[in-house]
């Protein structure tokens, strides 16, 4: 039923945690699919330390790296069998319930094409911190959105799916979007969901059932020190516009909230991808004023 991709680059200290909350599931009828883009730590020793479990369909190691997780998404797709796809994120963990319940939501409702869960955020030794972000409460119940509906409130503003390992989407589902998202290398998964949005239902299910971990590891840290994040949200910001055609006013408002964050960079040379990407980062004071406006009467929600 579903095939559970798990693709690593050094995270060896995180692997055996990470596979072991896969093969713990309630729900058991899965294959998990082991890749590897040339690690330089000892995870390569670890994957092969389960390749013959009976759950375990492929372990791929690559022998170049390929600095592009989503390239690993693509490989790990194109080998699954499942109905569903879960991408488990090689340093985050599941709670034991994860698939049951979000793949029986998928089941329940045949119009939707992605579920989600909330997270709880992790340091590198498993331990709860002090902060998550559910900006829509925790209640316990599940939320069924029209997926056009989810794209403009819950994905435009902020990234309501921000970790891969919170959600399990419909495998035919995938050879229907674009593959633009693959050109990302940090942040790509927003642009993914985003196309998702577009071929169905959303399911949101307000329990706390992935762990999501934070470390200094992760590729996202490095894209914060070298401004690659910055580039990769604006040109999906561009594409975002043009998916939704945004009118001149909503774009205004999308400039002056970008701006305001992009400003807060501080200590960081990031003249250059101000300059390329203008029309989001450079803004004005009446654009800031225009998306303080906005979000009093939801200008970007219409």
């Known amino acids: 039923m579903v095939s559970v991709i798990i693709p690593n680059y050094n995270h060896a200290p995180y692997l055996r945690e990470r596979i072991d909350s896969v093969l713990q599931q309630t729900l058991q009828d899965f294959e998990v699919i082991l890749l590897d883009d040339c690690s330089t730590d000892d995870s390569r020793e670890v994957l092969l330390s389960y390749k013959d479990h009976p759950k375990v369909s492929h372990v791929v190691l690559n022998e ?30 599941a709670e034991p319930q994860f698939l049951e319940v979000l793949v029986g939501e998928l089941e329940r409702h045949p119009k939707a094409v992605v579920a989600y869960a909330h997270s709880m955020m992790i340091d590198s030794h498993s331990q709860p911190l002090d902060y ?60 993914f969901w985003n196309y998702l949005c577009t071929q169905g239902e959303v399911i949101e299910v307000q329990q706390v059932l992935n762990r999501y971990r934070q470390h200094e590891r992760k590729v996202t840290m490095d894209s914060q020190k070298n401004g690659g994040k910055w580039c990769d949200i604006g040109g ?9 055609q945004l009118s001149p006013l909503q774009r205004c408002c999308l400039r002056g909230r970008w701006t305001r964050r992009f400003n807060k960079e501080n200590g960081r040379n990031l003249s250059d991808i101000r300059h390329e990407f203008s029309d989001l980062y450079n803004g004005t004071r009446l654009d800031i004023c225009f998306y303080e406006i906005g979000k009093l009467f939801g200008f970007l929600k219409r």
């Open 236 to 244: 999906i910001l561009r594409e975002f516009s043009n998916l939704l």
């Open 64 to 93: 170049q790296n390929t600095r592009n997780t989503f390239l690993q998404w693509e490989r790990g797709i194109r080998l699954a069998k499942g109905e569903y796809i879960w991408v488990a994120e090689s340093d985050d963990v």
């Open 132 to 191: 998550s972000w559910h900006p829509h409460g925790s209640d316990g119940l599940t939320y069924v959105y029209d997926g056009r509906w989810f794209l403009k409130h819950r994905m435009l503003v902020h990234n309501n799916i921000y970790n891969a390992s919170m959600v399990v989407f419909r495998r035919a589902v995938y050879d229907i979007v674009p593959t633009t998202f693959q050109q990302y290398r940090y942040c790509g998964d927003w642009l």
